[in-house]
């Protein structure tokens, strides 16, 4: 066993009382006080988290849009200077290597955040597929990452950094500055709510986090943990690396369409995707609510009629709905909303509805 | 670190669960140390009224927003009592697991199990070994 690694806030979280887990290699708080709390504080007000877990990979020189354009699933060389997008990094298979946010730099630099797990594999793939040509470097270990996310969040960063990230739009990012570092803010998230994730040298996280944690205190600001995170995110039915996507798995498949580029095609991946399509998925990603008491849980088995048809990638309580929401593949026949579904829960057949995702809908001024 | 409520008048598992002798019936439910590592309860699941527990097996189910864990019967005999409200009010455990947090009453034939149970003060010795 090796021992985790540290966040630059690692002394932060500590100090804060948070409850520390491995998460991906990482030493991450999981909660502060109460994921309950912690999460409606991103719904109501504003809550912060410490992502430095993930990963950064620049890609730079003459070539490298065009390296990128035929790693992701996404286009990327209409991507406009200081614009961000999802998507995937496929493998020729159809699989998903990756799910990622690549943000446009300038004309020749483009950078990949992706999750803490991949890093490693991420950054191999890249260096493997970009070609000699491009400058693949990988900046995680330099860099910082903060998440500032819920409806007040606007404003406490607008105390820290200025006016100008208020006029940020969605999906949109600025180079700021923070006490004379360069940071680069985006106005994106992992929650369903409005918010901003920024990134910043390492040795200067801990300071921002202050900052941020002291301007939020009028607005009711929590930290929040990676236990929040992850029911924010399923309430917003954002796909989780490992649970509903993973190397085998087609981005079609977890309803992942808005982010493939099928007709243009030239992408590692774009055939394989194009063919399992043509010849029609064994399953598909679908949410559902639970309709008597219980809990789905990532590995529960999904049947129908009888039969066992699919399995549980997430779930969890809503609490923003006070009932059980999750995600699961069953056979494209059962995914219509409305199908009725059973989770084995201990042996017992809890009755479950396929249901229209998100299950929340955002409460912030702008979506993507 | 976090101070844990370890009352004086009860007996303790070392599966972190109360057990409370009143004549021959025991009740029982989750210490204090265990709902704070559990964090927020929302699901509580329990034997029907009749169902007979084995001491040191499980008899039900708790789960936290992230976590689900086992409920061990800290002594053996019939359940007489469930506390039913935990169904829709699973927080009571969080907000008072010695009083309206309780989960059952266990009717038992001899009380030599319960008199096996930790005392306050060793429970709270096998806490404090546990968080190190």
């Not at chain 1, 693949?136 to 105390?159: K, M």
């Not at chain 1, 205190?217 to 943990?225: E, S, T, W």
């Not at chain 1, 369409?257 to 394989?272: N, P, S, T």
Request: glycine share 10%.
């Amino acid at each position: 066993m090796t021992e985790p690694k540290r966040t630059p806030l690692y002394e932060t979280h500590c100090r804060l009382g948070a409850r520390m887990v491995d998460f991906a290699g990482f030493a991450m708080p999981v909660q502060y006080t109460s994921i309950l709390d912690e999460h409606a504080a991103v719904r109501e007000r504003a809550g912060l988290f410490d992502v430095s877990h993930m990963g950064q990979i620049c890609l730079s020189g003459p070539a490298s849009v065009a390296a990128v354009e035929r790693l992701m699933s996404c286009p990327v060389a209409t991507l406009p200077q200081g614009a961000v997008r999802y998507g995937l990094l496929c493998n020729e298979t159809g699989g998903v290597v990756d799910d990622v946010t690549v943000y446009r730099l300038g004309p020749e630099a483009v950078f990949l955040c992706v999750n803490a797990a991949n890093i490693e594999k991420d950054y191999r793939w890249t260096l493997t597929h970009a070609g000699e040509a491009v400058h693949v470097e990988d900046r995680s270990p330099d860099l910082g990452l903060l998440a500032l996310q819920g409806p007040a969040s606007q404003a406490i960063l607008e105390r820290v950094c200025g006016p100008a990230v208020g006029g940020l739009k969605r999906f949109r990012f600025v180079e700021g500055s923070f006490q004379g570092t360069r940071t680069l803010i985006s106005r994106t998230g992992y929650t369903g709510s409005d918010g901003f994730e920024i990134y910043l040298e390492s040795e200067r996280t801990a300071g921002l986090w202050e900052s941020l944690f002291e301007a939020g205190k009028p607005f009711g600001l929590q930290p929040c943990g990676l236990g929040a995170r992850d029911t924010l995110r399923l309430e917003a039915a954002l796909p989780l690396y490992g649970h509903e996507l993973d190397d085998t798995t087609s981005p079609l498949e977890a309803r992942l369409d808005r982010f493939v580029k099928l007709a243009q095609g030239g992408f590692i991946g774009a055939e394989a995707i194009a063919k399992r399509k043509a010849q029609g998925h064994p399953r598909l990603l679908v949410g559902f609510t639970l309709q008597e008491r219980g809990i789905a849980r990532a590995g529960h088995v999904l049947t129908h009629g009888g039969s066992a048809v699919g399995v549980v990638t997430s779930g969890a309580p809503s609490p923003s709905l006070g009932i059980s929401i999750g995600l699961g593949y069953v056979p494209p026949s059962l995914a219509s909303v409305g199908t009725q579904l059973f989770v084995v829960i201990r042996e017992r057949q809890v009755a479950a509805r396929v249901v229209e995702t998100p299950f929340v809908k955002a409460a912030g001024p702008r979506r993507s | 670190m976090a101070d844990y409520d370890i009352p004086e008048d009860r007996r303790y598992s070392t599966e972190d669960e109360w057990a409370r002798l009143e004549e021959d019936r025991v009740s029982v439910g989750v210490t204090d140390y265990a709902q704070q590592q559990l964090g927020d309860i929302v699901f509580v699941e329990l034997p029907a009224v009749g169902t007979t527990v084995e001491r040191g097996e499980p008899f039900g189910v708790i789960e936290s927003v992230k976590a689900v864990s086992d409920l061990y019967a800290p002594v053996s005999g019939q359940v007489v009592e469930v506390n039913t409200d935990l169904a829709e009010h699973p927080e009571h455990v969080n907000e008072d697991c010695y009083g309206d947090g309780w989960m059952l009453t266990i009717e038992v034939e001899d009380s030599t199990e319960y008199d096996s149970l930790l005392e306050a003060s060793a429970y709270r010795r096998h806490v404090a070994e546990r968080k190190g």
